[in-house]
């Protein structure tokens, strides 16, 4: 048996051209333009890339892109009074800091500026909480992408036995809770998990979020499950995951690839949630 490879570069495209159709409506209904606010301190390739993409898709889908860089020696200060004039500013529908921040910064105090309603990376205490209490609000991007995925492959999660492996702030943690909001039956596990392979064979889907390069082989993975990876890892073979993806392919039933997987599904949902924060603010609509 060999799995179905999960498409995520053509999952995001439909959610993208959603998103552009969407917000075209919106623009002729209200007059308004959304506008997303994307704010890179210092110089990191990887995160310049990333900013790079996240600006070129929300001018693609029809968004005002308002980006700000600030050299890596920014006050904390200084950063936190250009995230509260953003906060204020009612051209700026969604707000995002690009993480990591450089070393010296305070990062979870500088997203703690954005206010819940412009958070469109939903990674500020206040959205983690009204995920946690299953309240409307802007969900985390890599993690909702994932349950994007999941649908479009019609992955059956109520009362599925699922595994989260790793509990991050960015993925692992949010993602479960997702799941859970799905009426998944989820097990987190990480870096003190007890046999790690046997509680991952015990899982219809498995979701990798570990940051170890391979540290999912074909024995923790129960045949026919539906595997996520969300790993990246430059290598000189290029980039890989999490998964040992050739051997796991021969077990799983569904498996996403790296590159091509869950990576661009986190932008497409930074889209979506920008036009849900304008909506919301508009008063034409609410947040998830
Ligand atoms: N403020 C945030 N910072 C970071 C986030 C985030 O969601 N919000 N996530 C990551 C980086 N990231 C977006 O910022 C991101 C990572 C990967 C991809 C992606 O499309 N990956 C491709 C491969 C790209 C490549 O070749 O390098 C893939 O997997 O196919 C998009 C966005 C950390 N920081």
Redesign the pocket.
Known sequence: MSAVIID?KAVAARVRADVARDVAEFRAATGRQPGLATVLVGDDP??A??IG??RRSCVEAGMADLHQHLPADTPQDEIAALLDSLAADPAVSGI?????VPEGLDGAALVGRIPPEKDV?G?TTASVGLLARGLPGLR???PSGIIELLDAYDVELSGAPTVVVGRSE?VGRPVAQLLVGRNATVTICHSRTRDLAAVCRGADVLVVAAGKQAIIGPDAVKPGATVIDVG?HRTEQG?RGDVDFDAVREVAGRLTP???????M??AMLLRNTLLAARAAAEVGSLV
């Open positions: 995520g990887a995160s890339v990333y993409g996240k995002l800091l690009q993480l990591p990376d990674l985390p991007c890599t960015l990246m980039l790296v590159p091509g997987g869950v990576g661009p986190t932008i």
